[in-house]
């Protein structure tokens, strides 16, 4: 059950760590948001998110709540050792974990970092 939890270890929470990944990181983008990717030392995987354009709070929470949960029932399929920010632009309204899992694996798939 160990697997499918999301301990804070695994978030981006530093502004420095955020700026790192958009410099050095490659960008992937999607339909109304973006991925970008940076190699990290660390052998696990982290998820950063930012809400850009998206008005009220409770649509901006609920984004990166369904984001949040993509990203921890999913993360295994993702490429290891990576920092992953995931930028949202205005008119993304995912409505369930399935949505998004679609959208990102197909972006994935296309960059070639995930079997199609």
Avoid: C
Wanted: glycine residues 8%; without cysteine.
């Amino acid at each position: 059950m160990k697997e499918f939890t999301l301990p804070k270890v695994r978030l981006l929470t530093k502004t420095w760590e955020y700026d790192r990944v958009y410099r050095q990181g490659k960008r992937l983008r999607g339909h109304n948001f973006s991925l970008i990717l940076a190699a990290n030392e660390l052998g696990g995987t982290r998820l950063g998110i930012s809400v850009h354009g998206v008005k009220k709070a409770v649509q901006r929470n609920r984004i990166k709540r369904i984001v949040r949960e993509f990203y921890r029932l999913h993360r295994l399929l993702l490429p290891q050792a990576f920092d992953i920010v995931f930028t949202v632009r205005p008119g993304f309204t995912p409505a369930t974990p399935g949505a998004v899992q679609g959208a990102v694996r197909q972006l994935l798939a296309k960059a070639g970092l995930v079997p199609a």
